[in-house]
């Protein structure tokens, strides 16, 4: 079974304009990461939240955890086509070391 | 600084041989990650070394895949025999800190069994 869900799995959308990427789940995460991957190159991390309700601003991206910790969300302004990857969110429960990724939504931004 | 480095970036081989994938970590993390993405699935934790020992081993699929890091410094990911459903790309990630602590991530392998 999936524990985390991320929608939408695809999203192309054109230069400038603003996204928002969901990532769900029924369990609670003592973390969460997000991480952008481009073709044939590892996850790079972007940001981690550890708060319930925590917003984090990286430039145009803005990431906020959900006061229940169940769940996120990724908010991208004025999408530029360097912005185009994969996003994949990823949790840290409360005991264990492992992460649990979610399936990824791949951007596109069309220029 | 020179970051997570796996080997090879690519291997394919046929069902029933034998492949080893190395990782080599940041120099200086003592935890080793092993992660594996199978096509329209998600990535999911193999197992997790501290130093030279193995802290969870969890998501190892079976006792076809075996894991070594001798030395507490690269890990050698072995699947002997290889399986079809072993087709997929490896990750190999390393940090300093444990549970939080930033994830840098290699490349990864991409290990097709034909």
């Known amino acids: 079974t999936q524990l985390l869900e991320q929608s939408p799995q695809f999203l192309s959308i054109q230069e400038g304009e603003n996204l928002t990427v969901y990532c769900n789940s029924s369990?609670?995460?003592?973390?969460l990461q997000w991480y952008r991957q481009e073709p044939g190159e590892g996850p790079v991390l972007l940001v981690t939240?550890?708060?319930?309700?925590e917003v984090k601003k990286l430039k145009r991206l803005t990431f906020q955890f959900g006061d229940a910790r169940k769940d996120s969300s990724l908010h991208i302004t004025a999408a530029q086509p360097g912005d185009t990857g994969l996003y994949l969110c990823?949790?840290?429960?409360?005991?264990?070391?492992?992460?649990?990724f979610g399936t990824g939504t791949s951007l596109t931004v069309i220029p | 600084e020179a970051g997570v480095t796996q080997f090879p970036s690519h291997s394919v081989i046929e069902k029933g041989q034998t492949v080893t994938l190395r990782c080599d970590p940041i120099?200086?993390?003592?935890?080793l990650y092993w992660y594996r993405r199978v096509m329209g699935k998600e990535i999911k934790f193999l197992l997790h070394?501290?130093?030279?020992?193995?802290?969870?081993e969890s998501g190892m699929p079976n006792n076809r895949f075996l894991a070594e890091r001798t030395g507490g410094t690269y890990s050698t990911l072995k699947v002997q025999p290889a399986e079809l459903e072993d087709s997929g790309v490896y990750f190999c990630?390393?940090?300093?800190?444990?549970?939080?602590?930033?994830?840098?991530f290699g490349s990864g392998t991409q290990l097709s069994v034909l």
């Open positions: 990630a390393s940090s300093q800190q444990r549970g939080r602590g930033k994830l840098f």
């Open positions: 369990s609670v995460f003592s973390s």
């Open positions: 990823a949790g840290a429960k409360f005991t264990g070391n492992q992460f649990y």
């Open positions: 070394f501290v130093k030279e020992s193995k802290q969870d």
């Open positions: 120099s200086g993390h003592d935890n």
């Open positions: 939240v550890v708060t319930g309700g």
